[in-house]
């Protein structure tokens, strides 16, 4: 079984741009769900997604947005580019929502985002 | 709110020892599950190991085993015989029962002597 995908995984923006990142789940996996690793603030998480709707959201500005396809992909979408917005965006995926009750999440290899 | 931590800042272990990997949490929460995965320098984050906050027992998968104190609140790794391939950063992560939020702490740098 193929695991999680994410395109790009690399990225160069500028400051002000706008970018949007891809993930697709192992199939048969309904949610994804996002963080954000820096080498300052570790990995944080952004949003989850279940059956194309947000779950659960991270303390993050409302800049970063996300969405889940049908088919269950999801895109996350950074606008106005900051350079403390570069990092590696993580994607995960699980079966169901509800980790704690036993569903690991199976993570991307991440994009890396570079902002200059 | 959830909180993990790994105040082990870097480890040494020699090829074929075992190490342990040192990991705290804390919540007020009941159910919960606690987790540990492996990232290489690549980047990718590789799940490791699992463990519910009512399970009794220990999990173990194939050399990694957590020694879970629910009254110390600790979940601790242990890689048996490592391999040259167990040098990687290793993060504790924890979520609340129902919910897919993961909290990882700072995770540990591990490195593996020949």
């Known amino acids: 079984k193929a695991g999680v995908t994410q395109t790009p995984r690399y990225l160069i923006k500028t400051r002000g741009q706008q970018v949007t990142l891809s993930c697709s789940p192992i199939?048969?996996?309904?949610?994804v769900s996002w963080y954000q690793q820096t080498p300052g603030q570790g990995l944080q998480f952004l949003f989850e997604y279940f059956s194309e709707t947000q779950r659960n959201k991270g303390n993050f500005p409302g800049r970063f947005s996300g969405r889940q396809f049908s088919n269950s992909r999801s895109e996350m979408n950074v606008s106005t580019l900051e350079l403390g917005d570069s990092a590696l965006y993580l994607c995960a995926s699980s079966p169901f929502a509800g980790v704690g009750v036993g569903e690991t999440q199976y993570f991307g290899p991440g994009t890396r985002l570079l902002v200059l | 709110a959830q909180k993990i931590t790994q105040t082990q800042p870097g480890m040494f272990v020699q090829e074929k020892e075992a190490v342990t990997l040192d990991c705290t949490y804390d919540?007020?929460?009941?159910?919960?599950?606690l987790f540990w995965y492996k990232q290489p320098s690549s980047g990718e984050m590789i799940f490791l190991i699992y463990?519910?906050?009512?399970?009794?027992q220990n999990a173990t998968e194939g050399r990694y085993s957590l020694n879970f104190q629910k009254a110390r609140k600790s979940a601790n790794l242990v890689i048996s015989a490592s391999q040259l391939g167990d040098s990687a950063m290793y993060f504790c992560?924890?979520?609340?029962?129902?919910?897919?939020?993961?909290?990882f702490g700072k995770g540990i740098t591990l490195s593996v002597r020949p």
């Open positions: 919540t007020s929460d009941q159910s919960y599950g």
């Open positions: 992560a924890m979520s609340p029962g129902a919910n897919s939020k993961l909290t």
């Open positions: 463990q519910g906050s009512y399970d009794e």
């Open positions: 199939s048969g996996h309904r949610s």
